[in-house]
């Protein structure tokens, strides 16, 4: 009977590792889409910024 306990135990404790696992995966698999989506964010503004500087600087050459 003791042994049967353990055995029990032993696969109630690594249910609950697995889940914990599953639950770790999916927090880092959403971390990894919320940083895909700030790059993508990022880049977008660099190149914003980059038509907007390239915009000034082709109009101050025209008034010179």
Partial sequence: NTVTD???RNQTEILQLKNSMN???NTIESFNKILDQAEETFSQL???SFEII???QEKKMKKE
């Fill in 6 to 8: 353990i055995i029990k």
């Fill in 54 to 56: 390239t915009g000034r």
């Fill in 46 to 48: 660099e190149d914003r």
């Fill in 23 to 25: 639950e770790i995966k």
